[in-house]
């Protein structure tokens, strides 16, 4: 069992910058790929980024390559995800999410986080 907790959410305005952390107990978390997921009022929840179990791979969803950059510290059992240029339409629950494979779509997740609410604000 991993219990992940995210924090660093917030309301800001466009083009400014937010840190999200995640927290990992339980489950050794160098045989964990990690991601993050976000969603929307009324929308699915989508993929944002994730990482491999060194963090030397990384993966980004379209509309967030080049401003979203999400790194771990395998010491700290930590993930971030730095965001920068923060748009209208980032505005959503942000959650972490971990798995033994790589968690690039939800059916891959095996453990989700309680969500962050990030709001940007124009």
């Known amino acids: 069992q991993v219990t992940l907790v995210e924090s660093g959410g917030g309301l800001v305005q466009a083009g400014d910058s937010l840190r999200l952390f995640c927290a990992a107990s339980?489950?050794?978390?160098?045989?964990?790929?990690m991601g993050w997921f976000r969603q929307a009022p009324g929308k699915e929840c989508e993929f944002v980024a994730t990482?491999?179990?060194?963090?030397?791979?990384?993966k980004y969803a379209d509309s967030v390559k080049g401003r979203f950059t999400i790194s771990r510290d395998n010491a700290e059992n930590t993930v971030y995800l730095q965001m920068n240029s923060l748009k209208p339409e980032d505005t959503a629950v942000y959650y972490c999410?971990?798995?033994?494979?790589?968690?690039?779509?939800?059916?891959?997740?095996?453990?989700w986080g309680q969500g962050t609410q990030v709001t940007v604000s124009s």
């Open positions: 999410a971990a798995g033994s494979r790589t968690v690039d779509v939800t059916r891959t997740v095996d453990y």
């Open positions: 339980g489950r050794s978390f160098i045989l964990l790929s």
């Open positions: 990482s491999s179990r060194s963090g030397g791979s990384t």
